[in-house]
T-cell receptor
C-alpha cells in the first residue's frame, strides 16, 4: 500500500507562528499533492510537487520533497486563524495513477 | 463554473438497506473519483470513473459499486448497509483524469449515518 502518514496528527499554534506538517509514504511516487479540509467539508487542493522537484512555493505555503527519505513537508508561514483545518498529503505512484491519502494533520491556529 | 455538487448532503439509513449517492462534476471534467472518510481509517479511495468506465478501484467489498453516465455524472451505490459504512463520502472530479497530475476538485460530501 502507498498510504502515506501525516505527522503530527494534531498541531496547535498561535496566530503569526509558522506551522510545519510532514508526510511520509512507502513506495516510489510520481508526485505528491497537499490538500486542506475545513471541518466536515470537501478537500481543497493546495499544491502539487512532482517527483523530480525538491521545493515549491505558493503564497505562504512552502512544500519540500525528499524522495530519498520518502517524505514531504508543508510549511505555512505567518499562520492565521483561517488556516485552521486538516491537511492531507496524497501520493501516487506506479501505473494506476490513483491518489492515496494519509489520515491528515489537524492544525489549530489560535487567535 | 459551478463546483462539484453531491446529493443528498445528509442521509440516515438502517442496517440492511441500500443507498445511492449522486455526484455532478464540474462541467467538462470527465474523471470522477469517490472516497470514504472515517475518523478511524481516514480518507480511502473507493473507485474512479473516466468516460463511463471504471478505471481504478480501491479495496472495498462488492457491496460498494458505482457508475458514470455519458454526461459524466456519477452515482455510487452501497447495498446491505452495515454500521461501519457510516462515513463522509466525497466525490472529486478532474479535467483529464490523471489523479497524479490533475488537481482534484472535491464536492462537499454526503454524510451517511447507518443506524
Amino acid at each position: 500500500s502507498q498510504q502515506g502518514e501525516e505527522d503530527p496528527q494534531a498541531l496547535s499554534i498561535q496566530e503569526g507562528e509558522n506551522a510545519t506538517m510532514n508526510c511520509s509514504y512507502k513506495t516510489s511516487i510520481n508526485n505528491l499533492q497537499w490538500y486542506r479540509q475545513n471541518s466536515g467539508r470537501g478537500l481543497v487542493h493546495l499544491i502539487l510537487i512532482r517527483s523530480n522537484e525538491r521545493e515549491k512555493h505558493s503564497g505562504r505555503l512552502r512544500v519540500t520533497l525528499d524522495t530519498s527519505k520518502k517524505s514531504s513537508s508543508l510549511l505555512i508561514t505567518a499562520s492565521r486563524a483561517a488556516d485552521t483545518a486538516s491537511y492531507f498529503c496524497g501520493n501516487s505512484g506506479g501505473s494506476n495513477y490513483k491518489l492515496t491519502f494519509g489520515k491528515g494533520t489537524l492544525l489549530t491556529v489560535n487567535p | 463554473k459551478a463546483g462539484v455538487t453531491q446529493t443528498p448532503r445528509y442521509l440516515i439509513k438502517t442496517r440492511g438497506q441500500q443507498v445511492t449517492l449522486s455526484c455532478s462534476p464540474i462541467s467538462g471534467h470527465r474523471s470522477v473519483s469517490w472516497y470514504q472518510q472515517t475518523p478511524g481509517q481516514g480518507l480511502q479511495f473507493l473507485f474512479e470513473y473516466f468516460s463511463e468506465t471504471q478505471r481504478n478501484k480501491g479495496n472495498f467489498p462488492g457491496r460498494f459499486s458505482g457508475r458514470q453516465f455519458s454526461n459524466s455524472r456519477s452515482e455510487m451505490n452501497v447495498s446491505t448497509l452495515e454500521l461501519g459504512d457510516s462515513a463522509l463520502y466525497l466525490c472529486a472530479s478532474s479535467l483529464a483524469g490523471r489523479q497524479d497530475l490533475d488537481e482534484q476538485f472535491f464536492g462537499p460530501g454526503t454524510r451517511l449515518t447507518v443506524l
